[in-house]
């Protein structure tokens, strides 16, 4: 059993920051890469971010220079800080993780979603 946790959505002003969180647990043997999609309302499920097992991230072009990635290893937990936040950031963000369970199977786990609303 394997789940993922997500938090730190909301409504803020265009300019402003939020900072999500994504917690993993369950019979973890190890986290693999971590992410963070978004889906706006009318278009696709896009990456917005990804970040390997030993911390090297990567972004989408259109959220390069003002969000990043990390994660804490101890806590099997990723954050995506998002910072000048536009109207067009608007979405819910889900967090992914390809894990490998105690049982040494491997598969990718998704979040449960969590709004994030920006105005202008």
């Known amino acids: 059993q394997v789940q993922l946790v997500e938090s730190g959505g909301g409504l803020v002003q265009a300019g402003e920051s939020l900072r999500l969180s994504c917690a993993a647990s369950?019979?973890?043997?190890?986290?693999?890469?971590m992410g963070w999609y978004r889906q706006a309302p009318g278009k696709q499920r896009e990456l917005v971010a990804a970040?390997?097992?030993?911390?090297?991230?990567n972004y989408a072009d259109s959220v390069k220079g003002r969000f990043t990635i990390s994660r804490d290893n101890a806590r099997n937990t990723v954050y995506l800080q998002m910072n000048g936040l536009k109207p067009e950031d608007t979405a819910v963000y889900y967090c992914?993780?390809?894990?490998?369970?105690?049982?040494?199977?491997?598969?990718?786990?998704w979040g449960q979603g969590t709004q994030v609303t920006v105005s202008s």
């Open positions: 369950g019979w973890i043997y190890r986290i693999n890469a």
């Open positions: 992914n993780a390809d894990i490998t369970r105690r049982g040494y199977l491997r598969d990718d786990y």
């Open positions: 970040i390997t097992s030993g911390g090297s991230p």
